[in-house]
């Protein structure tokens, strides 16, 4: 959506909306599941909910990293939902025991719905012969749940991995004096992370970072720090610091141009 110049308010109002409807597919399962309709309306209900979760996480991280607690919660409460409203079928219908025996307590239909979900499968309790289906719904909903996430996981992994150049016990040690502990990025409105480029950083005081072209993003200068000749963008202070730095950077360049020039000759 960024990418097409849409207005970051009518995304976040896309996402509430969004939202909105995921809670109301939530609530509707559990619904289903209490009032043991027909078990493929609760999982019209719970696919209602991946769907809005698998569009939702590309659209949120776009807007801001800092919000993946949020996804959590959302898948949080998607393995939650399921996991009661499939029990709700349990409970309603009732579950066979080891020896035979009517089992209609909730508890044990959670239980029940808890292992289905992690297909898990004891075998010391069975679902009725009409609801057999049911649980391999459940089984299914189990797996799509781990998997997004597993995604979610990677994501955040992979967005706060340094390279591995820059790894503290990796290539190079010579000027490596700290831990880094990850990237540094924009947490806030700015499309794609490939646009950082253009993006400004507020540096305090004495702070001060250059753009790493190849990893696309930027990287702290410490006293430590060696920083790459084809550096063509960094940023000292304030913005004004940042346009004087700049001229005084182009002017060492042509002057290191022109000795390399009469050093050949």
């Known amino acids: 959506m960024l990418n097409h110049g849409v207005p970051w308010q009518y995304v976040v109002t896309v996402v509430f909306i969004g939202t909105v409807f995921f809670i109301i597919a939530l609530l509707g399962s ?27 996480i590309p659209t949120l991280l776009n807007l801001s990293r800092s919000f993946y607690a949020f996804l959590f919660i959302l898948l949080l409460l998607q393995i939650g939902t399921t996991i009661l409203a499939f029990a709700l079928h349990y409970k309603s219908s009732g579950l066979i025991g080891e020896c035979g025996e009517f089992i209609p307590d909730l508890s044990d239909a959670i239980y029940f719905s808890i292992t289905t979900f992690t297909t898990l499968g004891y075998g010391d309790l069975q679902p009725l012969e009409s609801h057999r289906l049911t649980t391999s719904y459940e089984a299914l909903s189990g797996m799509a749940s781990m998997a997004i996430g597993a995604s979610l996981i990677w994501l955040w992994c992979q967005e706060n991995l340094i390279p591995k150049e820059m790894a503290l016990f990796d290539g190079d040690r010579t000027n490596k004096k700290t831990f880094i502990e990850g990237r540094i990025r924009v947490r806030t409105l700015t499309g794609k992370e490939k646009e950082l480029y253009d993006w400004m950083l507020p540096p305090e005081p004495g702070e001060s970072f250059y753009y790493n072209t190849k990893r696309k993003e930027w990287i702290p200068i410490t006293k430590n720090t060696i ?22 950077l182009n002017i060492f360049k042509i002057f290191k141009i022109f000795g390399n020039n009469n050093k050949s000759e």
């Open 30 to 56: 559990l619904i289903s599941g209490y009032l043991n309709w027909n078990s493929i309306i609760t999982v019209i209900f719970l696919i209602l909910g991946f769907i809005i979760i698998i569009w939702i």
């Open 227 to 248: 920083v790459p000749e084809n550096v063509s963008k960094i940023v000292i202070g304030y913005e004004k610091d940042f346009k004087w730095y700049i001229e005084i």
